[in-house]
């Protein structure tokens, strides 16, 4: 059973325009949930969270949006550049778990193309 | 401060043979976190460590075991290796047991990388 989806596995974008990639979760006792990007050769590093109580979330560039009643978050990346070309995983807690027990989505590789 | 270290970066097995991964912690973190990454998949968690101790099991075998060391560093052992053990095996280190600890707080190593044929 795939609690967190990301159901495209790759996109591209221009330099410079919005990038927005989506994630879906079917278990509504999630109530934190982050974002991971991930080089070639690289271990994930954590780029952004939100919690439940709120529905947006900033961090220069990058913005998570959340729409409990749709049980989706997107991270939006404005403006993207190159460096930004990477996987990026939507994960969440288990419910009820300390730190470090993660349900990651499948991953959504990003290409931003000069 | 020194990040979390994995070794080896690569390995080769064959079927029914077993395996151990290793993982050094970050300086001054007490628990480590195993995940399976399959290819095009996201990591999958395996297990945790937290002062030595199982905290806490995913959905995976008896085949799939863990140590933590005293000095918190950790090794994943992985009995009777089958085709689909073939995955990047990632450790997470992070410092538990204290009310501020979130899992932004979680370091992540480059990985091992095993093939089993």
């Known amino acids: 059973d795939q609690q967190v989806k990301q159901n495209s596995p790759s996109l591209s974008v221009q330099e410079g325009r919005i990038s927005i990639l989506n994630c879906d979760y079917t278990n509504s006792m999630f109530d934190y949930f982050l974002w991971y990007k991930k080089y070639p050769a690289e271990g994930p590093t954590f780029l952004i969270s939100?919690?439940?109580?709120?529905d947006k979330n900033e961090d220069g560039r990058f913005t998570v949006f959340l729409n409990k009643s749709a049980k989706h978050l997107s991270l939006h990346i404005v403006p993207s550049q190159p460096g930004d070309s990477a996987v990026y995983f939507c994960?969440?807690?288990?419910?009820?778990?300390?730190?470090?027990?993660?349900?990651f989505g499948q991953g959504t590789t990003l290409q931003v193309k000069p | 401060e020194t990040g979390v270290t994995q070794s080896p970066t690569h390995l080769i097995k064959t079927r029914g043979q077993q395996v151990t991964l290793r993982c050094s912690s970050q300086s001054g973190h007490n628990t480590v976190s195993w995940y399976q990454q399959a290819l095009g998949q996201g990591p999958q968690f395996i297990f945790q460590?937290?002062?030595?101790?199982?905290?806490g099991r995913g959905n995976f075998p008896p085949r799939f075991s863990g140590l933590q060391f005293p000095n918190y560093s950790s090794e994943l052992n992985v009995n009777a290796l089958e085709l689909d053990d073939s995955a990047l095996y990632l450790c997470?280190?992070?410092?538990?047991?204290?009310?501020?600890?979130?899992?932004?707080?979680?370091?992540f190593g480059s990985g091992t990388q095993l093939s089993v044929l």
């Open positions: 997470a280190s992070s410092l538990g047991g204290t009310g501020s600890a979130t899992n932004e707080k979680l370091f």
């Open positions: 994960a969440a807690p288990l419910p009820q778990s300390n730190t470090g027990k993660l349900i």
């Open positions: 939100i919690s439940s109580i709120k």
């Open positions: 460590y937290y002062r030595e101790e199982e905290n």
